[in-house]
Structures are given as C-alpha cells and as structure tokens.
C-alpha cells in the first residue's frame, strides 16, 4: 500500500509544462494560475461515483479517461479553451495496479488538450472521483444556455446513443451479439470531448449545452433558460453506428434520452449555416440539423414525415432513478 | 425527495451578489469568473468523507461549515482572498432535513467572507463532499511552502490541540467530562479558517502551511519542499483551552500531532516579529512563536527547558490508517 503522499508523487505530480499560465501545480495548499489577461475563467466540476456512473471494477485506464472527458465535454459546451484541473480521490486502497493505469488514462486526455493537473486531493472511501477543470473564454463569446433565439436552427454534434444502447446490451433490455455491444460500448467508455468544436462555434453559435443526461432534458435545459420552445425531428437525429442497425422505436429512444453521449447540442442562425458547416470541418466532426427554435413553450417531436410523435421519454435524474 | 434539479435550485442556488468577478453563476455548464486585473488565482480542493473526514450523524449545520472551512483555510495558508467555490455532492438519498441546515451552514461561511457558490454537481452515493475554492492573490505575494529560509521564526495562530483531545474523548483513549469533551469538540466540528491572518502575512512571512494533518506533518511539508530543518519547542505550543488543563504528555501529542486544527504555521525572518505581532492584532487573532529554521536537516523537539524530547508521533495518512 502507498501512503497518501507516494500516491500523489508517483502517479500525479509533473512537472507544469505551461509554466505561463501555471505558475504553481502539485504540492503546496493551493496551485497558482495566471489566466491570460483580460480572458474569463470557465469552470466546472463533475463527480463520478462507482456504481452510478460507472461499473465496479471498470477499466481504470479508459475510466480515467472519462472522468475527466466529461469535464471537458463543459468546457466545450462553453466553448471555452481547457486550461487546468484539479482531481479529488476517495479509494477504498491504494493500488498500483489500478492508480498506474487510471493515472496514465487521464494524463493522456489531459495532455492531447494542454489541461494541466494542478492540484487535488486523495482520501479513504468509497471510490469517488471529483474534478474541477479550469478553462479560457473571451468575455461574451461563451456558449451560454440561455441565448437561444426564435428560428435558430438545432444541431447535433457526431452521433447519438450508442451508450445507451450499450446499456441497454449490458442491462439485457435488449439482446446485442458480442460485436455490436463491444463495438457500443466504446462509446460509453471513452467518450470524445467536442474541445475544437465548441471554441470554432464561440461567436456563430447561440446557446450550447453537452448531451450527458440525454438529448431531450439538456436541450429542455437550453429551452427553459432561453423561455422558448423547440421542434426536433425524431428521425433526423445522428444514431450511433450500431444504434443505426436498430428498430425505429429502439433507434428514437436511445437517441432522444441515452445519456453519456457527450455530443454538443447547440442553437444558431438560419443564416449560418454554411460557416457552421465549414467550422465543423475543421473541427473534424460532422454536425447534423435536427430541429427548430420556436416561440412556443415546450418541446414537440415530429417524425420524418413531420407528423408528431407521442413518445413517453424521461431524462436522467439521480434521485429520481432506482 | 427532491429531484436533482430542484435540489440545486433550491438551497444551492442564489443571485451572484459579485457580478463584477462572477459573470455567469450555477446554472450552466460552466461557471463564469473574471479575476481581477493581473491578479494570479489560488485554488484549492479539498474532498471529505462519511466515516473518514466525520462521524456518520454529524450535525449537518457544522458540516457545512467545515467542508467549506478547511478549503478556505487552504486560501488563508496562501494568503489570497476568497473569490468563489464549487460544490460536488454525492448523497445516499435528497431529505430536505438534511440538504437545509447543510446549504445553511456552508453558506452562512461563504457569506463571511464574500465567497460565492458558483457552481457544482450534485449525485447519488455515499456520503462525499468535494468543494474547490478560487482566492485571488497578487503576483509573488503567495505564501508557499517552499520559501522559508534558515533562522527564520516559526509561528502559529491560535491554539492546538483541542479537535484532536475531543477525538481522543470519543474514542474513548482518555476520560474527559461532558463539558469539557462538548467544549474541545467546538474546534472539531467548526473550525475557524484564518482567512484575514493569511492575507496580512503577504509580504512579511515567508512561508506558510494550515495544520490540518497535526502541526509536526504539515510543518514537515515546509521543511521538506524549503530543504531546510528546524527545532520545535514543544512546551511553547499554544494548547486549546481544554487541552492545556491534561498532563505534559497529552498536551504535546495533541499540540504537535492532532489534526484538525485549521491554525495557520508560518516561517518570517525575526527582524519582522513587531510587524507579525501587529498584522495579527489587526487580524484578530494570537500568534505565538514556537520555534526556529535551521540548515540541518529534521526536525528537532525540545522541552521547556531546551532539552531534546523524543517523541514517537505520526502525523494523518490517509492509506496508513485503518
């Protein structure tokens, strides 16, 4: 067993690459940073906790990477540059062979987006696994909730629901063959942070949220902020590459209220549409348009043929669900 | 039971009252803050635990408090003003008669010094509380463990000793009468971050660490990180009220190894002793000197009358201890 201070040392104390912007990481009762002047400080802060948001004895490696994944799936729904993180750890033990690979996981993630670990803490307990990530945005360019207009158009970020749908093999809701759900899975376990796509969308782009907790109750949250209403298009929603293979009812509910995709869903002008297009590009990530803004409030489903949709569908609430 | 949503909305959520430093509050997907003008920021994370940081059926009131309190006095350590804080929260279920005098507490602190709710998550699950805090300090003014240097005095506001006798009564390692455990256990449940004293030490201390692994630990970090040693007078510790009415042995066990103090021990050159009784004064609180850096490396215990002690003591592990 290490101690609490080898743990720190050995599997996450480096020394700070951007020393510009970090003038003091691991070690002392703060870190220091200098954020750029004049930009505005992004941050949020996300807590995962085994048994619920994650399987016992997951892949430390690839949960490592998600843990800090989807905090910089916030980051990128401000669009915001990541800049720094803090991690806090509770663990039932100290073991090498599971903090060797949760650390390398993370500090990959970290490194492909220059985020910096600056700090954190580690305790006994239940596995929990806290961070806060630190990103940089120009004053009034984030990507808020409530900026949506009347006649923005809706769009979708890559593709939805295979998490869920992975769930879904996992849980037996429904039968998937070895491949299908392996091949899901993925997407549940090393979600792909939109990072370039959110900073080219900071001044075409209205309002964002990231898809966590599925795409009806985030963009209900961009809807309620915003005091407006929306018009999706069921079947105009990027389904996963193994969602794709399945029924229509299967396909519609998984993408409208999965979870864990990590997409970007954000509002912008009709009259963008082409630089949206192109900023995607270069992003390298396709975007699809899938609804419309409206004046009215609430969220109404139409199928292909523009007829409605009656579907029952519920967002993820943790004091909700079982 | 209150779902996720208006559980934050409810006693997590309120109008920033700094819309200067904070431009967007909790709500989106990231917290907004603008530091002000060529300020470096501080920051600070802090995870506690059911079972392992307090009792299980802690008085939810003061546990507020003191998640709060032990991030500040990581600011205080530093000596940067409170500027905003994060809450992560993982709950075993949403009870009003828990989440009220919970939010009170906390906020109650964070109103003391102008330390605003800015954002967090809140999940299902063992009892754990993550809390990161943003201080705002001016370039090279921070005070680091890395800066003390040979001769200097060795400080400590307040007193010591007392959370660590109130364990020592619960646990049933010595007999204390109810007064005098409920007396000693005021500094266990609601520690008093030195906020202010920090801020006045800019310029005059050195270096600076808050004892909450017990005063030879923490003290230990300075030492190790500023390559320097030291010599202690144990008998010139400031014990707590009721620890200075137990016998010599227990009164320097608790004064130099108890934890869960929140004082601040600080190194300054002994020409500023006038100025650090003075910042003191005006920070409204006792600082007492205890001892003297050295070159040699270690720590050195004497007694009262110069006399090396020597002492078994260990300071808080968190993978050491069962």
């Known amino acids: 067993m290490l101690s609490e201070f080898d743990l720190i040392a050995q599997y996450f104390t480096r020394p700070a690459r951007d020393t510009v912007r970090v003038a003091l990481s691991v070690g002392d009762d703060c870190a220091l940073i200098a954020p750029s002047p004049g930009m505005q400080l992004a941050i949020s802060t996300d807590m995962l906790v085994e048994g619920r948001h994650f399987f016992p004895g997951a892949d430390p490696f690839w949960l490592g990477h998600k843990c800090l994944a989807v905090n910089l799936s916030d980051l990128a729904a401000m669009g915001a540059k990541p800049l720094a993180f803090t991690l806090a750890l509770a663990l039932p033990d100290s073991r090498a062979e599971w903090l060797a690979p949760f650390s390398q996981g993370m500090l990959a993630l970290a490194d492909a987006h220059g985020c910096e670990l600056i700090g954190g803490d580690t305790t006994k307990g239940p596995l929990n696994i806290c961070i806060t990530v630190f990103g940089e945005v120009a004053p009034g360019q984030a990507l808020r909730r409530d900026r949506a207009m009347v006649s923005d158009d809706i769009w979708i970020s890559g593709t939805l629901g295979d998490a869920r749908l992975a769930l879904a093999g996992y849980r037996n809701e429904l039968a998937l063959d070895a491949d299908a759900l392996e091949a899901a899975a993925q997407r549940m376990h090393a979600p792909t942070p939109r990072v370039a796509l959110g900073q080219t969308l900071c001044g075409l782009a209205h309002a964002a949220i990231d898809i966590s907790d599925g ?108």
């Open 215 to 322: 795409l009806v109750g985030d963009l209900g949250h961009i809807l309620q902020r915003s005091r407006v209403g929306a018009t999706l298009d069921a079947d105009a929603l990027p389904a996963g590459p193994m969602l794709s293979m399945q029924p229509q009812d299967v396909r519609r509910r998984c993408a409208l209220a999965g979870g864990d995709d990590y997409e970007l869903c954000f509002t912008a002008p009709a009259k963008r549409r082409a630089e949206i297009l192109d900023a995607a590009r270069s992003a390298g990530i396709a975007v699809t348009r899938v609804g419309t803004i409206e004046s009215a409030p609430g969220l109404r489903l139409v199928g292909a043929n523009g007829a409605p949709l009656n579907l029952q569908l519920s967002s993820f609430d943790h004091f909700a669900s079982p």
